[in-house]
């Protein structure tokens, strides 16, 4: 399984653009990008994933450049509620076979 | 549509005892995999179970072990606790026939182990 590399912390300040960045040099030609959410006492939740170029859905965007060795999470315009763990995964994700490998992700806060 | 639910939501037991945590699935979801997240770590991957069989493990003992129903329920049975196996237990479920699927996560059962 790739290994990745990810901020320990960030914070900024509400409204504004966050980027997280997450290094995967030795990213299989088949393993996916998978971005997850948790909030304290609560379950990861899903954000976006994508395999190359570029992903948009309502919450986010990732930015996958063309060599696929890092991946970058956008949050637009950043609420005191975005204040949580951000988790970079890269794996196969197919069918059964989704075990997801976390690692220590990014801890956001967001202040006003 | 009811999401994952777990049960118990907190649990004190002591070290040597054993622990049965439950899990129900997404509507729709055939597959539900087990998480034990440490504080201040990332969730761990224990095991998956696909329409009642499991179908792949990661690093933990054989004293780990569950069981899906046919309703796609699950339970993580723990046997002879030990200290270390303080942690939030999360419970995800997904659709086994979607490629690329998205799993959902339950808010997890926080076991103490005295």
């Known amino acids: 399984l790739a290994k990745t590399t990810q901020p320990i912390s960030m914070d900024s300040y509400e409204g504004q653009e966050v980027n997280i960045t997450c290094s995967h040099n030795n990213i299989a030609t088949n393993d996916y990008i998978t971005w997850y959410q948790q909030f304290p006492s609560q379950g990861p939740r899903f954000i976006i994933q994508g395999y190359k170029t570029k992903v948009t859905n309502e919450v986010a965007s990732l930015f996958i450049p063309a060599d696929r060795k890092s991946s970058t999470l956008s949050l637009p315009r950043v609420s005191l509620s975005d204040t949580a763990v951000y988790y970079c995964l890269v794996g196969l994700v197919t069918g059964t076979a989704s075990k997801l490998t976390f690692g220590t992700g990014t801890r956001l806060q967001v202040t006003l | 549509e009811t999401g994952v639910t777990q049960s118990p939501t907190h649990l004190i037991k002591t070290r040597g005892q054993q622990v049965t945590l439950r899990c129900s699935s997404q509507?729709?979801?055939?597959?539900v995999s087990w998480y034990q997240q440490a504080l201040g770590q990332g969730p761990q991957f224990i095991f998956q179970?696909?329409?009642?069989?499991?179908?792949g493990r990661g690093n933990f003992p054989p004293r780990f072990s569950g069981l899906q129903f046919p309703n796609y329920s699950s339970e993580l049975n723990v046997n002879a606790l030990e200290l270390d196996d303080s942690a939030l237990y999360l419970c995800?479920?997904?659709?086994?026939?979607?490629?690329?699927?998205?799993?959902?996560f339950g808010p997890g059962t926080r076991l103490t182990v005295l």
């Open positions: 995800a479920s997904s659709s086994g026939l979607a490629v690329y699927n998205e799993q959902f």
């Open positions: 179970y696909y329409r009642e069989e499991e179908n």
């Open positions: 509507s729709g979801h055939n597959t």
